[in-house]
């Protein structure tokens, strides 16, 4: 009952729980609680979220996987690397930051959390291993780089277009430094000369907060925020005037069409519960939704092109005639004799004839207080469909990283990881995640770190961190109103500064020339697809199990010569002369099905390569399994020896290697007598047979070599 009952709560392990315990937990959930709150904060933006989001993910989530986990000291929460996957595969599918978006990013916490709950309950966890370290090594040194560039607009504090190519995108950020807003550049950089001065001088003060509560200040002293509102009649720009109306236009559109669908897919309903939705009338309705919604989204696309280009102008505030609203002009075209107030403004949101007009720097704004409310997210099969493949890919790399560091804890504490729990962990805080309005989750870095050098002992620690959350999403969420959006951009970049790793990469290259191709070949795919991440790790874990299977298709074969030092080498690196008795050959690698063909023609190219030898021996200690291809090769490939006038031997076949011919009869077929447990013991037997048969082998290279006795 015991065991059930740990099996059922993980955490029951802590107990007894003792006082000495409880405060190093404490001080370490306090300290990283000081750095989870900014930090979630900086995650949820670049996830495309609204900031007060990344609160709800750093609250249950966190205790969650601490409770249900198997490490004592792994930091769950918002990460850089789930949050840019989650923001790169739901910005093709809705407008980030909208509600749209938003129940698309907890829809994907939701499958992320039944994948890796699936995957931990039915102990699959080695699926993990698809994933080779040097493809994440590629692909994180890919994503920081991206992570980190796509925050740069936000330091200038200039728009940053979305499109199918990340790298288009930030050439049109370069393209707009001469608009940069000094105020905005000035609080990024304050923040991470701050981050990175506390961080070398005094790494044990939470050099993120620190940041974040002196930037925070100093916004609301100086009237960082500057926001004004303003009706589409007062746009005056020509171009910019015709981009808004037809924004304007489509936005009804896009509205009745939705309209449309709706209406459409009720009388679809009430024919499906009829039964006849499979005649004439439910064909031409589905046809219709299908149509409506091809539309919908290319009036969505239409208007995500305007929305940037709009969002790119820079306006210019001008008084208008008495007793009317004051003018917009585009910046550096105001007519002549019109004084604008030297303020620039841009258009951060249109919304029917209404817009937002933002001219100081970008905040937070106002967080909602209390906590997030509780219930799962809509349900739609067709969700379902476009966001599998993301939430397959974020549940790998999610889980890839939270094992890497609950293993590098392990190896300090000496503690027992169980990959299988660690999934169940990781896939019960991302539907408890899902439940709470929180995006995907992973295991923290910087956070484990943080928390296991402040002294945790338990997961104890994390369940405090959450408590710490929860009283900032009751009382502190006011204070958080002027935290600059610039130093939020500054922290992620701080957090991901340190993923760049190309010493990895090269360590990789140094190892296995493949294993750096594939390393390579996933940097590079992942930057070329960008924002589309989840393409780039594809590419590079197919190509990581591509270069495997070539690897196992042609093992290395080695024609064998007796070395001076007596033993066996490969013949033509050591320049070893050929025995006229026997040809000595060495595979190594599994026979299976892939490289059959491969052991053929290496064997027979090696007799031929031999003629004067009437014996072959197949050195076999490399071979580590063989199948039911390799089974009748090997049938064949004796069979053609024998043929020819040449007796084949074998030693040093592993058991599993020889339960396999015994059991399909290859054994009988070749004969026990050809099967010897050493090299050495075949090759005495074979120059013996060949001294039977009367010929001379005294200056045979391949026979035996005395052995001294001592005595």
């Given at each position: 009952m015991k065991l059930s009952l740990r099996t059922l709560f993980p955490f029951l392990r802590w107990f007894p729980y003792g006082g000495a315990t409880l405060r190093a937990d404490f001080l370490a959930g306090l300290t990283v609680a000081l750095v989870l709150v900014p930090q979630s904060m900086a995650y949820?933006?670049?996830?495309?979220?609204?900031?007060?989001?990344?609160?709800?993910?750093?609250?249950?989530?966190?205790?969650?996987?601490?409770?249900?986990g198997s490490s004592n000291q792994l930091g769950t929460g918002p990460v850089a690397v789930a949050s840019l996957l989650t923001a790169s595969a739901l910005t093709p599918l809705a407008a980030p930051g909208s509600e749209s978006f938003v129940a698309l990013a907890i829809m994907l916490a939701l499958l992320v959390g039944v994948i890796q709950l699936a995957l931990g309950v039915f102990k699959l966890g080695v699926v993990v291993n698809f994933l080779s370290h040097p493809v994440i090594v590629g692909f994180t040194n890919a994503a920081a780089i991206i992570i980190a560039l796509s925050q740069v607009n936000k330091l200038m504090g200039v728009p940053m277009g979305r499109s199918e190519s990340f790298i288009v995108d930030i050439w049109g950020v370069l393209q707009l430094a001469g608009d940069t807003h000094p105020p905005t550049l000035a609080m990024g950089l304050a923040a991470i000369f701050l981050i990175w001065v506390i961080r070398k001088k005094a790494p044990k003060l939470p050099g993120v907060l620190i940041a974040v509560a002196l930037t925070t200040v100093a916004s609301w002293q100086v009237g960082y925020e500057r926001n004004a509102t303003a009706a589409l009649e007062q746009i005056v720009d020509p171009e910019a005037r015709g981009l808004l109306d037809e924004f304007v236009r489509t936005e009804v559109r896009i509205r009745e069409i939705n309209e449309q669908i709706m209406g459409r897919s009720g009388e679809l309903a009430k024919l499906r519960k009829a039964g006849g939705d499979k005649g004439h009338e439910g064909t031409t309705l589905n046809y219709e939704i299908e149509l409506l919604r091809l539309q919908l989204k290319d009036r969505e696309d239409e208007n995500r092109r305007r929305n940037r280009a709009i969002r790119s102008v820079v306006f210019e505030q001008a008084a208008g005639n008495p007793g009317e609203a004051p003018k917009f002009h585009a910046a550096g075209r105001l007519p002549a004799g019109v004084q604008s107030d030297g303020r620039h403004w841009r258009i951060s949101r249109a919304t029917g004839g209404s817009l937002r007009l933002v001219g100081g720097g970008e905040v937070v704004g106002k967080v909602p207080e209390g906590l997030p409310s509780i219930g799962l997210p809509k349900f739609s099969w067709d969700m379902v469909g476009g966001l599998l493949a993301a939430a397959l890919v974020i549940s790998l790399v999610g889980f890839m990283e939270a094992i890497s560091i609950a293993k590098a804890i392990a190896a300090k504490t000496k503690q027992k990881i169980d990959p299988n729990q660690e999934l169940i962990g990781q896939g019960l805080a991302n539907l408890v995640g899902a439940a709470t309005q929180a995006f995907p989750v992973s295991g923290s870095f910087s956070r484990s770190a943080v928390n296991i050098n402040a002294g945790a002992k338990t997961g104890m620690s994390s369940v405090i961190t959450a408590?710490?959350?929860l009283l900032t999403l009751l009382f502190l969420t006011p204070l958080l109103y002027h935290l600059p959006q610039a130093v939020l951009a500054a922290v992620i970049i701080m957090a991901v500064i340190g993923l760049v790793n190309f010493g990895a990469v090269k360590h990789a290259w140094q190892a296995n020339r493949h294993d750096g191709v594939a390393a390579v070949v996933t940097f590079v795919a992942t930057l070329a697809f960008a924002p589309h991440l989840d393409k780039g790790i594809m590419v590079g874990a197919g190509l990581a199990i591509g270069l495997y299977l070539y690897r196992t298709m042609t093992p290395r074969v080695a024609i064998l010569g007796r070395h001076a030092d007596g033993t066996l080498r490969d013949a033509k690196v050591h320049d070893l002369p050929p025995s006229k008795v026997v040809t000595a050959v060495r595979f190594d690698g599994r026979l299976y099905f892939a490289n059959v063909a491969y052991f053929e023609d290496a064997i027979l190219e090696a007799v031929a390569a031999n003629p004067e030898a009437r014996a072959l021996l197949v050195v076999g200690e490399g071979i580590n399994e063989i199948d039911a291809s390799g089974e009748e090769v090997m049938?064949?490939?004796?069979?053609?020896?024998?043929?020819?006038?040449?007796?084949?031997?074998?030693?040093?076949?592993?058991?599993?290697?020889?339960?396999?011919m015994r059991a399909t009869g290859l054994l009988a077929f070749i004969g026990e007598s050809r099967l010897f447990p050493t090299a050495d013991t075949a090759l005495e037997a074979i120059h013996a047979e060949a001294a039977a048969r009367g010929e001379d082998h005294a200056d045979s290279p391949l026979r035996p070599v005395p052995q001294k006795r001592f005595g």
């Open positions: 949820a933006q670049l996830a495309g979220m609204p900031a007060y989001y990344g609160l709800y993910a750093a609250f249950l989530p966190v205790a969650v996987a601490a409770l249900w408590a710490f959350v049938h064949h490939v004796v069979q053609h020896l024998r043929d020819a006038g040449i007796e084949p031997a074998f030693s040093g076949l592993k058991k599993q290697v020889v339960d396999v």
